[in-house]
């Protein structure tokens, strides 16, 4: 079956630095994988889709990655600060967004 | 403020009886997607709908069941319900026309059922 692996301990990281998360796919070829951040009891909110003929993409502080061999999207937020602190979920998806399925989500502690 | 209404916004009842949580979708969006997600779960996908008809299925019970109406607002009945029902209930839509799309997903603040 589908499954979506995402990093199910939390990360602690600086303020500063960069958060580096990982997205680990199987028995899917998707069409595109987006990355979400969830605060809790709000729904998901959309950062960055990135397409299954794409390597990289970028958006401000943001920078997915996606290798289809590999099965494997990485996700980073540069300079992080405390209000990036939230769950990150990764979501995968086939063509007209049919069945899109999430990851369990990372959670995500950025120290001042 | 991502444009789609969920209602209620919280709600509590017994185990054995039905509720219907109500979603209105983002104008123009024709998708609508139901997800459930527990305490310290992921996103479960149950069921999105297209224009009207169902589209996708994924992990619904047969207790569940949903609809999308003319308006393309969105309903999702649970009945008999018990205790592990008790989770938030996403409601997402999108502006997937069935060809490639963004496919970026636009969520309400979700419904948070507790069964008693």
């Known amino acids: 079956s589908q499954k979506i692996e995402q990093n199910s301990e939390a990360l602690n990281i600086q303020e500063g630095k960069t958060a580096t998360l990982t997205c680990n796919y199987t028995?899917?070829?998707?069409?595109?994988l987006q990355w979400y951040r969830q605060d809790p009891g709000r729904g998901p909110v959309f950062l960055l889709l990135?397409?299954?003929?794409?390597k990289e993409k970028r958006k401000e502080r943001l920078k997915v990655t996606f290798d289809t061999t590999l099965k494997q999207s990485l996700f980073h937020i540069t300079a992080s600060q405390p209000a990036d602190s939230a769950t990150y979920l990764c979501?995968?998806?086939?063509?007209?967004?049919?069945?899109?399925?999430f990851g369990a989500g990372t959670r995500l502690f950025v120290k001042a | 403020d991502s444009g789609v209404t969920q209602t209620p916004k919280h709600l509590i009842t017994a185990t054995g009886q039905r509720v219907t949580l109500r979603c209105s979708p983002r104008?123009?969006?024709?998708?609508v997607y139901w997800y459930q997600q527990s305490l310290d779960q992921g996103l479960q996908f149950l069921i999105q709908?297209?224009?009207?008809?169902?589209?996708a299925k994924g992990n619904i019970l047969e207790r569940f069941s949903a609809q999308q109406f003319p308006d393309l607002h969105s309903e999702l009945n649970l009945s008999s319900l018990e205790l592990g029902d008790s989770a938030l209930y996403f409601c997402?839509?999108?502006?997937?026309?069935?060809?490639?799309?963004?496919?970026?997903?636009?969520f309400g603040e979700g419904s948070r059922l507790t069964v008693l």
């Open positions: 709908y297209y224009n009207g008809e169902e589209r």
């Open positions: 028995n899917y070829s998707p069409a595109y």
């Open positions: 997402a839509s999108s502006a997937s026309s069935g060809r490639a799309s963004n496919g970026e997903l636009f």
């Open positions: 990135i397409r299954e003929n794409e």
């Open positions: 979501a995968l998806g086939s063509t007209g967004g049919f069945k899109t399925i």
């Open positions: 104008s123009g969006d024709l998708s």
